[in-house]
């Protein structure tokens, strides 16, 4: 019995990490951005600012959801049906309706956070002193909205590289701008960079989706409406997920405020900003291109499972030592990050790492759902993901501090993970592959060790078993990453490693 559902050619596998070493490369560019970045803001403002940065920037997701209909999303699904079916006439239209659509919505999207700023900040910070600064914050509604609806053309047509281009830009331009405003202006500034960040964000999106040559047509008020419905239809069902994902987050952030204050805010917003940064990599190139390919064969729930499994294989062997090189050198990432005002976020960052470490395993699953365009089942698991996230994090979060944030995130993943394998599995039959359940079987219990012994033991005993699960994850991953891409690694090193591991 073979490992893998069907022996790998390896083209896929190769396109899978051609894709993700694609965005990742982005992504290491965007780390070191974040060096930067993070680094001057915790310097400059202390937990207390980054705690706001934190809110503020929860507000402006939960806006952007709400105001984008979910139309970036569902236009990538149907970009990308098109494209599977070489239909360059659907192309055109969509894309026409998308950046008409996307101009509009930013609009009303702006006006409508503006019309609601009094509220949105007696609600957020229990006063009416930040209504100026979400007033503001519509502007950054306004630029995001634009810039997703240029964005989503790209995904569609999944090109990666230039995905990656505006991924190092956008960060490049976004440290510019930010970092000089906070250092003249201290904590007025927050609002006006993330404003900043989001209007500078729009330049490389709009430059990229410009040299798409998709032959535009004049369209009818009825070609139109058909375009748009289209893409509303679907579009609802991101924007209810996209609403709870980020008003879970912005809950979980409330009830920590509300417990610690502003910073404690602060350093669950450091430690949610690192837990993601390493993992993030990994999915954005899941959401980037796995997506569109799935969507394309999506009717085909043979192929569909097996992509699924080498999508899961290459994230979990690519992701699996790195999360534990987290949770072991927590402390450090911290201060390399931040500062060492931020040492109380450490534990909190090891439970999100752990998270993660399960969000890895479940996202490619859930995928199947948004292919299938399941939008009822889609809906539900996240009406689900939100009650036990925002649930735990009430419960945990009054009981262990701060921490209890990350425990509850940890917990969510727990059940999420359950949850999606069982829909799949009644939706396309889907079951993992011997290869990802071995896989899961060292990674899992690995990052649950390091978690413990840090949790148990005194620090150096705990950092030196840390040590040896991450060389001997690394080893592995790095062996059966040669095993599935064997012509990509030259004859002697894949000796030497086979030899090592």
């Known amino acids: 019995m073979t490992l893998r559902m069907t022996p790998p050619s390896g083209q896929t596998y190769t396109q ?13 560019v965007n780390v070191a951005l974040s060096i930067i970045r993070n680094k001057a803001l915790a310097l400059l403002l202390g937990p207390e600012g980054v705690g706001l940065l934190g809110l503020y920037g929860a507000i402006l997701d939960i806006a952007q959801a709400i105001a984008g209909m979910g139309v970036s999303s569902s236009a990538v699904r149907r970009v990308a049906e098109a494209a599977g079916a070489g239909d360059g006439e659907k192309i055109a239209r969509s894309a026409t309706a998308l950046r008409r659509i996307s101009l509009v919505l930013g609009l009303l999207g702006g006006l409508m ?8 900040s007696k609600f957020t910070f229990g006063d009416y002193q930040h209504a100026g600064g979400v007033v503001l914050l519509s502007l950054a509604v306004f630029f995001r909205l634009v810039s997703a609806g240029q964005a989503a053309l790209i995904q569609g047509l999944r090109g990666i590289a230039n995905l990656a281009r505006i991924n190092v830009l956008s960060g490049l331009f976004g440290t510019i701008v930010s970092i000089p405003l906070i250092y003249l202006f201290g904590e007025q500034a927050i609002v006006p960079s993330l404003v900043a960040i989001a209007a500078v964000s729009v330049l490389p999106t709009w430059w990229y989706s410009k040299q798409i040559s998709t032959h535009p047509q004049p369209m009818s008020a009825r070609q139109f409406g058909r375009e748009a419905k289209s893409l509303f239809r ?4 991101f924007m209810a997920s996209g609403l709870l994902t980020f008003g879970a987050a912005y809950a979980i952030r409330i009830i920590v405020l509300n417990e610690g204050g502003v910073v404690a805010a602060g350093l669950y917003q450091a430690a949610w900003a690192l837990g993601g940064l390493y993992a993030g990599f990994i999915l954005q190139a899941m959401g980037t291109d796995f997506y569109p390919r799935l969507t394309a064969i999506a009717h085909n729930d043979a192929e ?4 699924v499994n080498e999508q899961a294989e290459i994230s979990l062997l690519l992701a699996g030592p790195g999360l534990l090189a987290t949770l072991t050198l927590a402390p450090l990432v911290m201060s390399l990050f931040y500062s060492a005002e931020f040492h109380g976020a450490v534990e909190l960052l090891r439970w999100i790492c752990l998270g993660m470490m399960l969000r890895i395993v479940a ?3 859930g ?16 009406v689900a993901a939100t009650l036990v996230h925002v649930g735990l994090g009430w419960l945990l979060v009054s009981e262990f501090g701060t921490s209890g944030a990350g425990m509850a995130f940890f917990g969510l993943y727990v059940w999420h993970s359950i949850l999606i394998y069982v829909i799949v599995h009644r939706l396309t039959g889907f079951r993992w592959s011997p290869a990802n359940r071995r896989h899961a079987l060292l990674f899992l219990p690995a990052s649950g060790l390091v978690v413990s012994v840090f949790l148990f033991l005194p620090l150096w005993p705990a950092t030196v078993i840390g040590f040896v699960a991450v060389a001997l994850c690394g080893l592995y991953s790095l062996r059966m990453l040669i095993d599935l891409l064997p ?10 490693i086979t030899k090592s591991a």
């Open 304 to 307: 569909c499972n097996r992509l």
């Open 16 to 28: 899978i990490l051609k894709s993700t070493m694609l965005m990742g490369g982005s992504s290491l």
């Open 113 to 120: 956070l503006a019309a609601l700023a009094f509220p949105v």
């Open 234 to 237: 679907l579009g609802v069902a």
């Open 367 to 382: 995928f199947i759902v948004l292919a299938k365009g399941a939008q009822t089942i889609f809906f539900w698991t996240e």
């Open 363 to 365: 996202w490619p699953m």
């Open 487 to 496: 012509e990509s690694v030259p004859a002697t090193i894949r000796g030497w």
